[in-house]
């Protein structure tokens, strides 16, 4: 079960960090993903830390987020900087249930996904 926490709302260049909390899956042993979905939009992959701490960000939050992960506590973390009104959207934690981050074209797998936690609303506005 994964469960995301810490959505909120943001001005344009504010900070939030998100909080996925995980049982059934060890977070050491297996690809950890954030996904979004802003209004009207498909599913985008944000990004992913793999078991061996390989991390892959897609393009337009590279810089700004920075994923992260407490094996102790079996949780992953997003932290979001810089944050942009498009960054609004509901954001999900994820796994492929497999080491390796699934990268298809450049992007990460939506289908890829075995385990999908609940969003959490963040909201980006002045």
């Known amino acids: 079960q994964l469960q995301a926490s810490g959505g909120g709302s943001a001005q344009p260049g504010g900070s939030l960090k998100l909080t996925c909390a995980v049982s059934g899956l060890n977070v050491e042993n297996y690809a950890m993903t954030w996904f979004r979905q802003a209004p009207g939009e498909e599913r985008e992959g944000v990004t992913c830390?793999?078991?061996?701490?390989?991390?892959f960000y897609t393009p337009s939050v590279k810089g700004r987020f920075t994923v992260s992960r407490d094996n102790n506590k079996n949780t992953v973390y997003l932290e979001m900087n810089s944050l942009k009104t498009e960054d609004t959207a509901v954001y999900f934690c994820a796994s492929p249930g497999v080491m390796g981050c699934t990268v298809v074209n450049g992007d990460l797998s939506y289908h890829a996904m075995d385990y999908w936690g609940k969003g959490t609303l963040v909201t980006v506005s002045s």
């Open positions: 830390i793999s078991s061996h701490g390989r991390l």
